[in-house]
């Protein structure tokens, strides 16, 4: 195995799935955040049609991973519950496989599954009711806009997020 894989294994163990937080400021910016980068993922591969907010990049890229990793890829988030968290630690997972392997287009979008992996870390989670995913209490489409490649980019550090979730009344100033 490579040492990305294998430290993106350890990212999905060690995040505490019994812990949930259903509203922190913090996840408007991890998924604003998302959804930027994979509008300009799928922006690179020219996809303009079903812009999903959960997608496998390593499909989306056409790339085939060994057998091997794809079971344990799946095996290691075969426990996580809901099912959109659950494929997407699997894509984060054969991504960075992939980045590992120092594959050019995943190397190129290396930062793709993060902030969704902070926002799992920090106690967020995908739900999908009545035809909308729900994200820290932010309901929205499970399709990202094709005009979100155009947002500014946001400051996802550990410390910028802490203070957003800390200072929760600054957040409207912001």
């Known amino acids: 195995m490579n040492k990305i894989f294998e430290e993106a294994k350890c990212i999905i163990q060690d995040i505490n799935w019994s812990h949930r937080e259903f509203n922190r400021p913090s996840y408007v910016i991890l998924l604003s955040e998302h959804l930027r980068r994979g509008s300009l993922f799928y922006d690179y591969f020219h996809k303009d049609s079903m812009r999903t907010l959960v ?60 902030p969704m992996m902070k926002l799992f870390e920090r106690g967020g989670r995908i739900q999908y009711h009545h035809g909308q995913l729900i994200i820290g209490g932010i309901s929205r489409s499970q399709f990202i806009p094709s005009d979100f490649s ?25």
């Open 55 to 114: 997608y496998s990049a390593t499909k989306l890229a056409d790339i085939q991973l060994p057998a091997n990793i794809s079971d344990n890829c799946e095996e290691l988030t075969r426990t996580i519950e809901l099912r959109f968290v659950r494929q997407m630690c699997t894509h984060y997972l054969e991504w960075a496989y992939l980045i590992g392997e120092g594959v050019p287009t995943a190397v190129k979008f290396q930062e793709l599954y993060v």
């Open 150 to 174: 155009q947002v500014e980019s946001k400051d996802t550090s550990d410390s910028y997020l802490d203070y957003i979730d800390n200072n929760d009344s600054d957040m409207k100033s912001l």
